[in-house]
């Protein structure tokens, strides 16, 4: 276990009855940013996840986009993104929190957590206006986490086709995010 950032030396020292290896590696540590990216990860609309071709839901935690028929009672809590896509176009877009799915053309999800989303920076009125150029430049979490993200924020507000586009978040245990489309 390494508590220091920097550059550190790691042994491997394996043996036999017969020969002994050493073998040494150095690695490096780097500092916690609180930052994790994700890239290309892909939803569908609510047809294709409700007939299994590309999920619209996604988890945090586990890294990992679920289609319906993915989803259990194990791993159902875990999901704190959902897609709302309506048709082919994607003219109308929306992410809702999975505790409200069973509003927006889903099952609902046993367990499910509340994500509040800003759809819409320019149409929620709420002062937020968190930027592609910040979103690209962030190295750590400070730009994001000074950001009042609160359910009267926009959540509603659905999206079409003016990209890039940044979604900000917040799960129900603080964490705050952003999507970039």
Do not use: W
């Not at 491997?12 to 609180?34: F, G, M, P, R």
């Not at 609309?45 to 679920?66: K, L, W």
């Amino acid at each position: 276990i390494f508590t220091s950032v920097g550059m550190h030396e790691i042994t491997l020292d394996a043996s036999n009855d017969k020969t002994s290896q050493i073998y040494k590696s150095a690695i490096t540590v780097q500092s916690d940013t609180n930052l994790r990216i994700l890239s290309n990860v892909k939803l569908g609309i609510n047809s294709a996840h409700n007939n299994n071709t590309i999920g619209a839901m996604f988890s945090t935690a586990t890294r990992q986009v679920y289609k319906a028929n993915e989803i259990n009672d194990q791993n159902s809590s875990l999901i704190d993104i959902a897609f709302q896509g309506l048709n082919s176009n994607l003219a109308y877009n929306r992410f809702v929190s999975p505790d409200q799915v069973q509003n927006f053309g889903f099952t609902a999800l046993k367990n499910a957590q509340s994500t509040i989303f800003v759809n819409s920076q320019n149409l929620c009125n709420c002062g937020l206006n968190f930027t592609e150029a910040q979103f690209d430049a962030m190295v750590n979490d400070i730009p994001i986490k000074s950001l009042n993200i609160s359910y009267s924020a926009g959540g509603e507000q659905q999206f079409g086709l003016a990209y890039p586009r940044i979604i900000l978040f917040k799960t129900q245990d603080g964490r705050k995010g952003g999507i970039k489309i």
